[in-house]
């Protein structure tokens, strides 16, 4: 298989250490990667935020699976395009990932959905929250 790992931090780092082991993994990349990361997969100097630039590279480099390891894509909805052309990917899609994205619009969303969660307030500002508390 041909995996390629979105992300340049320890949580992706662990993620391509762990599949570099597997025998069923024949090509590993990196996308951006780090250094610690290029003695065990190929980095591709793509930002984890270029979209169409990684999805245009998991095509042509026959991707058998892309895994995204930082929200910031997940929420921009890279899963989303990557599904729409086809290319196999695990992550949610931008609306699924609203949830982590958004502490306030998961609070909001579970408060409306009655799923038991903490009690919150949510302010725009300093001044406003400086003056509930």
Known sequence: MHILVIGSGAREHALTWKLAQSQRVTKLYAAPGNPGMASIAECVPIAATHLPQLA?????SHIDLTIVGPEIPLVAGIADIFRERGLPI????AAGAALEGSKAFAKQLMTEAGI???Q????TGAK?????L
Do not use: C, I, K
């Not at 245009?56 to 042509?60: G, R």
């Open 56 to 60: 245009d590279f998991a095509e042509h």
């Open 90 to 93: 695990f992550g949610p899609g």
């Open 116 to 118: 038991p969660t903490a």
């Open 120 to 123: 919150h307030r949510t302010f």
């Open 128 to 132: 406003s929250a400086f003056a509930y």
